[in-house]
């Protein structure tokens, strides 16, 4: 597919929400700076890489500083909802959490001229999606997995440099994160397995 030309048609965008909708857009592959997916279509699969800006430091330490301002922030994003006054805040501080056109970069196998093509709008649509439903996804995409974010969090609730006030309910809100991250693998690996699921654990 060409690249450096930023540009698709209403034509495409159709395409791609269809594409999505039917469940064409494979397991989408979610690292820093990247997302990968294949992509059916009739017979033929392709391969599509988006690639987006990680935070740098600065942005990543301010970011951080945001989640852990107010009391209650870390369950939401763990709970599945992105608080509209988070992404404020961290625009505020020059933090940019949703990615604008002009930063995507996608490039795809098959060989379309417009970029992004209709397979790389599927995969963007699926992602959005994806984020919807966990707003994780886009910090991990933007370099901040929930891993990072707990060890930073957790850092900052128990770290010298922590200041008095506060410090107890941010701890209290990492052990709460951490327990329902705990709780969500234990449950992706029994679901995987087809095991019955312990009352206790949902």
């Known amino acids: ?100 056109g002009g930063e995507l970069a996608a490039t795809c196998t098959c060989d379309a001229y417009l970029d992004p093509c209709r397979h790389a709008l599927a995969v963007l649509i699926q992602t959005g999606w994806l984020v919807d439903a966990d707003p994780l996804v886009l910090l991990a995409v933007r370099g901040l997995d929930r891993e990072a974010l707990l060890s930073e969090l957790h850092e900052r609730s128990t770290g010298p440099a922590a200041a008095a006030g506060g410090v107890t309910d941010l701890a209290d809100d990492v052990e709460v994160a951490a327990d329902a991250v705990l709780r969500a693998r234990r449950l992706v690996e029994l679901m995987e397995a087809g095991a019955e699921l312990p009352e206790g654990l949902l």
């Open 1 to 100: 597919m060409a690249g450096n030309r930023p540009a698709y048609v209403d034509q495409d965008l159709r395409a791609g929400r269809t594409i999505a909708r039917r469940g064409e857009v494979g397991g989408i592959s979610v690292a820093a700076g990247s997302l990968l997916a294949a992509v059916r279509e009739g017979d033929d699969a392709w391969t599509v890489e988006v690639r987006v800006p990680v935070l740098a430091d600065e942005e990543r330490r301010s970011l951080v500083d945001v989640v852990a301002a107010e009391t209650g922030r870390i369950a939401a994003l763990f709970a599945g909802e992105l608080p509209y006054d988070l992404v404020e805040h961290a625009e505020e501080l020059g933090v940019e959490l949703l990615p604008y």
